[in-house]
């Protein structure tokens, strides 16, 4: 792995003997159809292409098989997100950080530098970091990383074993009605909808479960805590809805808004904050528990 100078870290292509190409260029334009032959183009000529030993290649230099090689992605514009992270937790195992609203953990689409986890790389100067786990763009709060590359798989496990406890806090709609229910284990059957970014609730065996209780009111609103027992995909977001009180100024659900790109609008941040996380640590066996700093309100 290569980290520019700002931080960004290349990735890694691995080029198969099964497979023979005129040239470089040919192999990158067939293999990544998504991106425009002229963007490949550009990268070779702006040293983005290279060996693993960072060495830059050209369009044209022959394919050679059973060989890797590294590259860097190029964003002609990208959103500016004006909020700072902070760092909570450090030591040479583990990383805690607290997001603010509206930074992605990690680069994708728009998004390359303007990212938690090139912020954090720079920041600290360690280019292992790797996030253990994963909060959406539109959610603040805390996210773990990894600060040794082999040890990520055991933080990982912790969630896929179920073995972490989150807690969120979350503005929503109060509801008279389901106030006399609180608190209650919401559970309910998530897949995937037609449109990628929004998730549905459908008939069959509950997949999702989320613990749901009652902190403070303010009419028309009111704050809860949510601690999910698993983790699909905006499981909070679509288990709130489904109750008839979706999270204040979410632009997914009940309705999905036109996608900003670029001039974002920071006046209204979801409501929803990823605000502790409770865990035995697999590396060093101490007991966790990472509280966010920061603050949803109702008014």
Not at 29 to 50: C, D, Q, T, Y
């Amino acid at each position: 792995m290569q980290v520019n100078s700002e931080g960004v870290s290349s990735s890694r292509v691995y080029l198969p003997t099964s497979q023979t190409y005129t040239n470089l260029l040919d192999f990158f334009v067939s293999n990544f159809p998504h991106i425009e032959p002229s963007e490949w183009v550009a990268r070779f000529k702006e040293g983005l292409v290279m060996t693993t030993e960072g060495q830059p290649v050209v369009a044209l230099d022959a394919y050679q098989p059973n060989t890797h090689l590294l590259y860097f992605r190029r964003l002609a514009r990208e959103p500016n997100i004006p909020f700072e992270e902070e760092i909570l937790y450090q030591d040479e195992h583990l990383l805690v950080a607290d997001k603010p609203h509206f930074l992605p953990v990690t680069p994708s689409g728009l998004y390359l530098h303007q990212t938690l986890l090139n912020r954090l790389k720079q920041k600290t100067g360690l280019q292992t970091l790797s996030p253990i786990h994963r909060i959406d763009r539109d959610t603040a709060g805390l996210v773990l990383f990894s600060v040794q590359a082999q040890e990520r798989a055991q933080y990982q496990n912790l969630f896929r074993d179920r073995a972490v406890t989150k807690v969120y806090e979350v503005v929503a709609a109060y509801s008279e009605e389901l106030e006399e229910k609180l608190p209650m284990t919401y559970r309910s059957r998530l897949e995937e909808s037609a449109h990628f970014l929004q998730m549905i609730e459908v008939l069959g065996e509950p997949n999702a479960d989320t613990y749901i209780e009652l902190i403070e009111v303010m009419k028309p609103w009111a704050k809860y805590r949510l601690t999910p027992g698993s983790g699909k995909k905006h499981q909070l977001r679509c288990h709130l809805n489904a109750l008839g009180i979706p999270i204040k100024y979410d632009q997914i659900y009940p309705i999905l808004t036109p996608y900003q790109k670029y001039d974002l609008d920071f006046s209204k941040p979801l409501q929803l904050l990823a605000k502790q996380i409770i865990f035995k640590d697999p590396v060093t066996g101490a007991d966790r528990s990472f509280r966010s700093q920061r603050e949803i309100h109702l008014i």
